[in-house]
């Protein structure tokens, strides 16, 4: 089984494989043994199915190969754009026999028991649910590391932006039961998991209506600004952040929303980093900023897809802001959640965008000033709002030459608060050796909090032993930069000294302070000062926090003149996709 498109789709491809496995099937990384091929498709963009179509060449000749020994394979194409083509795809001479939408996975063994066993010449369902969210399926996670995993808590978008398919392949809005949800973040938890990831295609919508919420649903021991937000905005009627407006109007009700639903998970699982996407910027009310701020296991991460600067274009895209509202949003957020990064969708050439719309776009990323974004060339999607009442009428090659020159303006930003970072604290999530690591040169690679790619040279590494009765105390103002080491008052926590017991190489899973020595235009390098044992709620980490931006404000953050920490690796460079599938928010 194949995966396109985006983390959604990766999600629920952890469904159609649990739903396959519980009825005796065995995933195979292996075509040429495969008795059934899928695909699980994108359809947000064309080019995303150029990709596929490509794909199902691929398979069609195998299955002509095979078929000359009985053991032609079953080739299915699922999600996004079968719910997008439907029948087409059996029409195209492309050798599929099999057509599933995203909402009628549960059918994939009766259809695929009739296929194989010659009661059916071809298999469709492609029938939307306004109640389907898998919410009693078990994902098989095949992630030996058990690092992070993804868990979908809504479906579905009703906000019919007028270049976007999704409402019309990914049907309304629904949400899951709250309890659902909270068993599986639960059992991630108790598996060792670092990081999860909620999903939706309008994440930060979620409103679970069937589950009562309200101030006194509040976790226990919750405190701060953020824990008052959500506490006051528990069980509350819908809202929006202030300026912007909603398409589809029945959004009102109790129940738990968003912010609510944030605040009991990051409670449940302390230990746990949150992360959400696909969110739309209008879901951003006052109080979810609050909780942002105060939660610290809630990543310091806004994807805030802007679409377009222009105000005029956004009326056009029915997005339901200007771009003073969005604008006025993006720095309440820089406010409101110190250290917070940026990411933002855009497209170039929609229809009847004009050079005037196109220079306000990219003055919008100069202003706001992103660390991540997804840019596209506009490409028209049938059954859309723009496809009934707007004209395609931007050329080609204009929409290609704007496409790049809004890539350009996002790498020129993006390198400049990335060369911002030198000298900074950071939590780092390791995830594994790093691309270019070698034997002479081990390396390896995770994320910020703020979801920055980071190397760190695969060395021994002190460890805090906070968890270890007994544990020597180790001041951590010895991790500081050697001048500024002695610039508050002592913070001592259980830990291991330099090369003592506790000290070794990096790990997949481990949680490690580290200093950023030098930056490149998509990522950074960091010399590693402590892996913490505790992980997030491990003390030495508050320790640190509390102690660098005294030692920050008090040496340039391109300070060369540390004697603390080795010098690091020449920096890389990330790949900037100008054609990856993500849904647009």
Request: aromatic share 6%.
């Amino acid at each position: 089984m194949e995966t396109f498109g985006c983390q959604m789709n990766e999600s629920d491809t952890e469904v159609v494989v649990s739903l396959l496995q519980e009825n005796g099937y065995t995933r195979t990384a292996d075509v040429e043994a495969a008795d059934v091929i899928l695909t699980n498709t994108c359809a947000v963009r064309d080019n995303a199915e150029q990709k596929v179509w490509q794909r199902l060449d691929m398979f069609n000749a195998e299955k002509r190969k095979r078929s000359r020994t009985g053991t032609k394979p079953v080739v299915g194409v699922l999600g996004c754009m079968a719910e997008r083509l439907k029948t087409r795809l059996l029409e195209a001479d492309k050798g599929v026999d099999l057509v599933v939408g995203p909402d009628a996975y549960r059918d994939l063994p009766r259809l695929l028991g009739e296929l194989r066993g010659g009661t059916a010449a071809y298999g469709v369902n492609v029938a939307l649910s306004q109640e389907e969210t898998y919410a009693d399926i078990a994902p098989v996670r095949e992630d030996p590391r058990r690092l992070a995993a993804y868990v979908s808590i809504m479906r579905g978008c009703n906000n019919m932006c007028s270049f976007c398919i999704v409402p019309h392949t990914r049907g309304r809005e629904r949400s899951r039961p709250v309890a659902t949800i909270e068993d599986e973040v639960r059992r991630l938890r108790d598996e060792g998991y670092r990081e999860v990831t909620l999903l939706g295609q309008n994440v930060n919508s979620f409103h679970d209506a069937g589950t009562t919420g309200g101030a006194d649903a509040a976790p226990a021991g919750a405190t701060g600004t953020g824990a008052g937000a959500a506490a006051a905005s528990a069980g509350g009627g819908y809202e929006t952040a202030a300026g912007f407006s909603n398409m589809y109007k029945l959004r009102g009700g109790q129940g738990v929303r968003f912010t609510e639903l944030l605040d009991r998970l990051t409670t449940l699982a302390p230990g746990v980093r949150f992360r959400f996407t696909s969110p739309h910027p209008k879901d951003y009310p006052d109080a979810l900023l609050g909780l942002m701020r105060e939660r610290p296991n809630l990543c310091k991460q806004v994807h805030l897809p802007a679409q377009s600067g222009s105000s005029r274009v956004l009326a056009a895209m029915r997005r339901g802001y200007t771009r003073e509202a969005y604008l006025a949003l993006a720095h309440r957020m820089r406010e409101a959640i110190p250290g917070v990064a940026l990411s933002s969708d855009f497209i170039t050439g929609f229809c009847g965008e004009a050079e005037a719309d196109h220079e306000e776009t990219l003055s919008l990323i100069r202003e706001v000033g992103y660390e991540q974004a997804y840019m596209f060339a506009y490409s028209l999607r049938e059954r859309t709002h723009a496809a009934y009442h707007l004209q395609d009428d931007v050329p080609e090659a204009v929409k290609q030459r704007r496409l790049q020159e809004v890539i350009a303006t996002f790498r020129e930003g993006a390198a400049a608060r990335n060369a911002a970072e030198v000298g900074r604290l950071h939590l780092v999530l390791v995830e594994g050796p790093a691309r270019r690591s070698s034997a002479e040169a081990p390396q390896v690679s995770g994320r910020t909090d703020t979801y920055k790619r980071v190397v760190l040279p695969d060395a021994a590494v002190p460890a805090t032993l906070s968890d270890v009765e007994g544990a020597p105390a180790f001041d951590v103002r010895q991790l500081l930069p050697h001048h500024m080491g002695h610039a508050a008052g002592g913070a001592t926590v259980g830990a291991s000294g330099g090369a003592q017991a506790g000290a070794r190489a990096l790990a997949s899973g481990d949680f490690v302070a580290c200093r950023v020595t030098q930056a490149g235009p998509m990522s950074l390098h960091a010399t590693p000062l402590l892996r913490l044992s505790g992980g997030l709620q491990d003390p030495a980490w508050a320790a640190l926090q509390a102690l660098w931006p005294t030692a920050e404000a008090a040496s340039p953050l391109a300070s060369g003149t540390s004697t603390l920490f080795a010098a690091a690796a020449t920096p890389r460079s990330l790949h900037v996709s100008s054609d990856a599938g993500v849904p647009s928010g």
